[in-house]
């Protein structure tokens, strides 16, 4: 028993003695590891709060075309908080009442955003910028009390994206653009809804978004400061390819003249897939419609490694067969029947055989500046050198670009919808279908862009409003550079008609 008890005594003893030495340990590993987990768990928050990259997707595709992201939210995207706040702070800055509209951003029902920006959470918060339907979906109204009704690929009439640009920049330089002031407000939106930014939101995440922000409208404008001494675009027109050489970093001081001032329509977008082949742009640079869609990509804020191509694919396939809206208003069967031998005469050859029919010998091709006659400036302003710069794009990519090529005039398109491109010539010097009938000394020389009542006798947007509750509309001047009416004129255009084959014409055009 003694030995027994012995040998019990000592096993308890060596049971115990480690125990002595625990709390030593503990403390030893508590210093070591309790750190450790911390910054494994603080690296798990951070990469829970700002790791996500979410779109707000939409599964119709006509909601997705208006507020889908083409993923330029990622590098370009404004906090969408502050977008928000923007008009609160800076009204001052827009060029009218009535907030993002004054610009001529179209704004439905219910919707928080414009028709044409997006919404990503990105970086740990919710970021707006671009899509393609901020350029092509605008609205008609009947009469100026009608309701407007939103219309998809067509021309974005009404937006001005210079007065957009010139907007923000304005912000970012006030001396208002800071946490100081924008922070309060977000809060008091926030709070209007019942809700609030979080404590790191309000000393950290918001305090850095708009030191980012304003960083990046200040450095992009500053690379804008060429546009100050051109000419305004006014609504529905881009100078798109000097915007291009603005990106590529040309030395635009040093731009030749012949370069400068060429804005351009925005084009309607519809019925896509007989194009295909077809030589596209107004100038007819490409011939490929997935390129031109990445390019046109890059006005949205997208960049080869953050555009979302699945989102701009599913764009891409509707608008292969999406027809162009019918005309909404009565048409007179027998004018119109009269016009049809008129067309097929004058214009079929280069537009296409009828509303959905684009066969012809030369549509789809380019008509040389001398034959065609129009407003060089968008011709000019696309260079060799560009051409070149942009088969760069999406090098080392699958997709990379190949198609860009220097032209020598205009394409001829197909006339499809023609009813809601106005205004017409690839730089929207003439208000109407009728006006473009006429010879350029009897086409108007001064007129106003931007308005969406309609005209359906002239066929086009009336262009007699300078002013309607308190938004000005634009005074577009035909002497201005980039801005000429002439062309398209003479015995093969149908400007030598009489008058009742002109309106005839007119009548049958209502029909595309």
Known sequence: ???????????????????RRKPWVRLLLALLITPTILMILFGIYLVARFGGDTPVVYDNIEEHFKYGSTGGERMAGIPYWIFQALPRL??????????????????????????????????????????????????????????????????????????????????????????????????????????????????????????????QLLDLSGRFDWAVDQYDWGPGRVDTFNVAKMLFSFPMDRMGDHEQNAPSDFPSIWFQEPRQGMQLHWDGNNTKVEERNKSAAFGTGTTPPTIDLEAIGRVEKWLLKLEAPKYPYPVDQAKAAQGAGLYKEY???????????????????????????????????????????????YAGYPWRFTHFRKTFGYANMPLDGIWLRAPYLHNGSVPTLRDLLERTPQRPKVFYRGYDVYDPVKVGFRTDVAEEGGRKYFKFDTAVPGNGNAGHEGERFGTELGSGEKEALVEYLKTF
């Open 1 to 19: 028993m003694a030995d027994y008890s012995a040998a019990s005594k000592k096993t308890v003893e060596q049971r115990e003695a480690p125990s």
């Open 347 to 393: 214009c079929a050859a280069c537009h296409g055989a009828g509303p959905r029919d684009f066969s012809g010998a030369y549509v789809g091709k380019v008509t040389p500046i001398e034959e065609i006659g129009t407003d060089r400036h968008r011709l000019d302003s696309y260079s060799y050198e560009l051409a070149v710069n942009q088969s760069t794009l």
């Open 90 to 215: 800076f009204p001052h800055h827009l060029p009218g009442p009535g907030g993002y509209k004054s610009l001529g951003l179209i704004f439905e029902e219910g919707k928080d955003l414009p028709v044409g920006m997006s919404k990503r959470h990105h970086l740990g918060m919710d970021r707006t910028f671009l899509n393609c339907a901020v350029c092509h979906a605008s609205t008609v109204r009947d009469t100026p009390q009608s309701k407007p009704r939103l219309y998809l690929a067509m021309p974005a009439n009404t937006f001005d994206v210079k007065a957009f640009q010139r907007f923000l920049f304005a912000c970012a330089r006030d001396p208002k653009f800071s946490k100081k002031f924008i922070v309060p407000e977000v809060r008091r939106m926030l709070q209007e809804r019942g809700q609030d930014l979080d404590l790191m939101d309000r000393y950290i995440v918001y305090p850095a978004a708009i030191w980012i922000a304003r960083e």
